[in-house]
């Protein structure tokens, strides 16, 4: 039994809940169980506390037996990135800056979360800060890809993503603010949906660069996806940027794109995000689910978007401006670490500098550094100001394809999982994986990755939808589709996984 409610979707698991043939307790156990078992090998998670997740299915399994009306997601479990403040559980954002601190409050998004009664599982391992696309920049250790414990699990992400491949979770919380929910998920082959920005509070998520950070959902299916982004989303007065609009309707696209029939649907393919850079077979799986969607009744026809070619370069000077203001409250005194100088007298200052020294890692002071730089007197117009124009301009080739369709097209990710290590002395091959992902981000659209078949070395491709602000329901729909297609070629693809830790 318990080997099957890991495999067993959000969905599904929510019927077994509602009818009583499970309890909340059972499911949860079941899922601690192979966090025990396998988790040891992928390092999904940086923390587990199996009595607290137990004590919140147990508060679910009671409510339910009291008669209270549930959400229908009560007592399924979840993992939540770990730049997702939780009141009492240690959050870190993969930092040593953080080790040992203890937030005091929840995010908005955790209160949901609780309010629903889906139990949390952990805190998911990531990037420090969010910055990567492989988790290998974690302060606590990389996560392994469960598709082949030798390669990323993509990131910043990774954890999210690998717990859901490894069946640790059904579901999970991740955040893109450049693709880090839609690049873990294609290369672990997952479902992950960038919201449109504002559409999920950032109230309580360690911000990376305010503009562009986007709390989301991931799951192992469409379906699951919506379900979870109808709990998290909704208007918060809590943060500035919340859209006030209701979180609904997503489920139901789902549903529909599920029969697999998009009649009239109007599909744009991004003629800048394909060619040179793209793995080959991600090229030929992309071509093929294009004719799917041409054969489902979609109207597909190519569009350009000219500016998204210098999207990755106006976004490596928009987020680093951003971070080295956001990272500039880790400063020895208010949170988590606190390094005195070795020697010396011992001055506000120098305690500042030891304790920045030592937490942050590489990739974050060099993002610092860059960050810093681009607005200093003298370089800001040519630099945060270019690319603000660039970002513009960006916006303005969304405006100009969704006029024509409904939807936008490309590869998620350029290529699938690579080597651990292996693009690790390299930033600006690491900063390549995101370049199909992060046009989204600087517009403020939303996006989802489905999977999309696998390589040749049977490693998981995924392909991504882009859609209007605030039409996030034709992700789901669309989405959906992609699934039902993909799945009457080619299977279940998680069932294909190599069981490195059956
Ligand atoms: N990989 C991108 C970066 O390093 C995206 C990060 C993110 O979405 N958090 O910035």
Request: with cysteine.
């Amino acid at each position: 039994m318990s080997a099957n409610l890991t495999r067993t979707t959000a969905a599904d698991l929510a019927a077994l809940l509602s009818t009583g043939d499970v309890s909340a307790v059972e499911v949860a156990q079941a899922h601690l169980d192979r966090i025990a078992e396998v988790d040891g090998d992928v390092h999904a998670f940086l923390h587990v506390d199996a009595a607290d997740t137990l004590a919140q299915a147990r508060a679910v399994d009671d409510a339910r037996a009291a008669g209270t009306d549930l959400h229908e997601l009560a007592g399924v479990p979840i993992a939540v990135k770990d730049v997702v403040v939780t009141r009492g559980t240690p959050t870190t954002a993969g930092s040593r800056m953080l080790e040992g601190w203890i937030p005091p409050y929840d995010a908005t998004l955790v209160e949901k979360l609780r309010a629903a009664g889906l139990p949390m599982l952990g805190k998911t391992n990531m990037d420090e800060f969010a910055m990567g696309s492989s988790t290998e920049h974690s302060g606590y250790g990389p996560t392994r890809n469960p598709w082949d414990l030798t390669r990323i699990p993509g990131g910043s992400g990774g954890g999210s993503a690998a717990a859901l491949a490894a069946f640790e979770a059904p579901l999970s919380i991740g955040t893109d603010t450049g693709g880090s929910i839609r690049q873990p998920a294609a290369v672990t082959g997952t479902v992950g949906v960038k919201p449109t920005y504002g559409s999920v509070s950032r109230y309580g998520l360690v911000a990376l660069a305010s503009s562009l950070d986007q709390a989301g959902p991931c799951a192992r299916t469409v379906l699951d996806a919506a379900l979870l982004h109808e709990v998290i989303g909704g208007h918060d007065p809590r943060d500035s940027t919340s859209l006030p609009q209701p979180a609904t309707g997503y489920a139901d696209a789902a549903r529909l794109g599920a029969s697999g029939d998009l009649t009239g649907v109007r599909v744009g393919v991004v003629k800048e995000l394909a060619g040179e850079g793209y793995q080959r077979e991600v090229s030929e799986a992309f071509a093929r689910s294009v004719r799917e969607l041409e054969a489902a009744g979609a109207e597909v026809v190519e569009v350009s978007c000219p500016s998204f070619e210098a999207a990755l370069a106006a976004y490596y000077l928009i987020l680093p401006a951003e971070a080295s203001s956001n990272l500039a409250k880790f400063d020895g005194m208010r949170f988590g670490l606190r390094v005195e100088p070795s020697e010396g007298p011992v001055t506000a200052e120098r305690v500042m500098a030891a304790t920045r020294g030592q937490g942050f890692g590489a990739e974050v002071k060099r993002r610092i550094i860059l960050g810093t730089y681009a607005l200093s007197a003298g370089y800001y117009d040519a630099y945060y100001g270019s690319a603000q124009k660039v970002r513009t301009l960006i916006q303005r080739d969304f405006a100009a394809a969704y006029e024509q369709v409904d939807v936008l097209v490309s590869p998620t990710a350029p290529t699938t999982a690579f080597k651990l290590g292996e693009k690790l002395d390299d930033p600006l091959a690491m900063y390549l994986n995101d370049v199909a992902t992060i046009p989204a981000n600087l517009a403020g659209v939303p996006g989802i990755s489905v999977p999309n078949g696998l390589d040749d070395a049977g490693l998981p491709i995924g392909v991504q939808v882009l859609a209007p602000a605030r039409a996030d329901d034709r992700l789901y729909r669309v989405g959906a589709a992609i699934e039902h297609h993909v799945r009457s070629s080619q299977g279940d693809l998680l069932a294909r996984i190599p069981e490195v830790h059956r």
